[in-house]
């Protein structure tokens, strides 16, 4: 089976840099997914990594780390309306479903 | 293009009643999935689907739960005899189906099921 742990709640300021954590195990690996889900909305896609390293995409960024079971989403020059829940997936090799995190709440305050 | 849809928005159903969830799909995309939330959880997966076939209904968590998905396109998640219990958000996903396609889901708004 797989499991995934993410913080439950981050807060930072508007203009910051925050990192957002997710280890992981499971049984086979496919790669690592960032989702955003605003309150009262749909979750949407934001990165994926199927290999080591740091992938950019605008002000998001993610990495990967296989051999430490981790990764990251790093947020800059934060915006009010990054307020969000990030959550992180991954998917097992042969496996075409995600298994999500339980979300980290993320607070941008002014 | 037009995103997923799903119907209703919200449902609101007395305990023992069965009720009927629909998805559709962005066109094209041959992978379907529905996932269901609780209250400031993640997602839970129910069953995925690629066509009409059904190769990973894991996540079912009971025989009260079933999909099905025809023409390759609109699915339906049906769920017998609720229980408050089944009180969430139901989620429905598409994507293209393919290579890493799988880890880019597109979501629909959900459908916020209401058991009283």
């Known amino acids: 089976g797989q499991s995934l742990e993410q913080p439950s709640e981050v807060t930072a300021v508007e203009g910051a840099i925050v990192q957002i954590n997710c280890t992981y195990q499971?049984?086979?690996?496919?790669?690592l997914s960032w989702y955003q889900q605003h309150d009262g909305g749909a979750p949407t896609f934001l990165s994926y990594?199927?290999?080591?390293g740091l992938e950019e995409t605008g002000r998001f960024s993610s990495f990967l780390s296989r051999s430490d079971s981790y990764g990251y989403l790093l947020l800059q020059e934060l915006q009010m309306k990054d307020s969000a829940s990030y959550f992180c997936?991954?998917?097992?090799?042969?496996?075409?479903?995600?298994?999500f995190g339980s979300g980290t709440r993320l607070q941008v305050q002014p | 293009g037009a995103g997923v849809s799903q119907s209703p928005s919200n449902k609101v159903t007395e305990k023992g009643k069965d009720v009927e969830l629909r998805c559709d799909p962005i066109?094209?995309?041959?992978?379907l999935y529905w996932y269901r939330q609780s209250l400031g959880q993640g997602l839970e997966f129910l069953i995925y689907?690629?066509?009409?076939?059904?190769?990973?209904k894991s996540g079912l968590p009971s025989d009260r739960f079933s999909a099905e998905r025809t023409g390759g396109s609109v699915s339906t998640l049906t769920i017998q005899r609720t229980q408050q219990e089944d009180s969430a958000v139901y989620l429905c996903?598409?994507?293209?189906?393919?290579?890493?396609?799988?880890?880019?889901?597109?979501f629909g708004p959900g459908t916020r099921l209401t058991v009283l």
């Open positions: 996903a598409s994507s293209l189906g393919r290579g890493d396609s799988y880890n880019e889901q597109f």
């Open positions: 499971t049984s086979g690996f496919y790669g």
């Open positions: 990594n199927g290999l080591d």
């Open positions: 997936a991954v998917r097992d090799a042969g496996r075409r479903a995600l298994t």
């Open positions: 066109s094209g995309h041959t992978a």
């Open positions: 689907f690629q066509g009409n076939s059904a190769p990973d």
